[in-house]
């Protein structure tokens, strides 16, 4: 059984930081591209960090150089370093996997940014 758990939400001051993990289980996590996905009320979802099987990275322009996405393929670990943040970065982050056409959903964790 598939299962992709997020944690690590919450409420933060702007110019603060949060880091979201993702635990993974159930497939083969070392050949997945890993990414992290945020929906902002009212919007559509958005791509902001994703990482390669072999730890390539890529970043949304909107976030370049205050997020870093990184992961652990011996613990099955993606997580999401997020500093400098902005009310903008409010939303709910999701971790997605992807492989083959296949992708996997976890049900997201609420990171607000609000002073």
């Known amino acids: 059984q598939v299962q992709l758990v997020e944690s690590g939400g919450g409420l933060v001051q702007p110019g603060g930081s949060l880091r979201v993990s993702c635990a993974a289980s159930?497939?083969?996590?070392?050949?997945?591209?890993m990414s992290w996905v945020r929906q902002a009320p009212g919007k559509e979802r958005e791509l902001v960090a994703g990482i390669t099987r072999g730890s390539n990275t890529f970043y949304a322009d909107s976030v370049k150089g205050r997020f870093t996405i990184s992961r652990d393929n011996a613990k099955n670990t993606v997580d999401l370093q997020m500093n400098s943040l902005e009310p903008e970065d409010t939303g709910v982050y999701y971790c997605?996997?992807?492989?083959?056409?296949?992708?996997?959903w976890g049900k997201g964790t609420l990171a607000t940014v609000s002073s």
């Open positions: 159930g497939f083969t996590f070392s050949n997945y591209y």
């Open positions: 997605k996997a992807t492989s083959g056409g296949m992708n996997y």
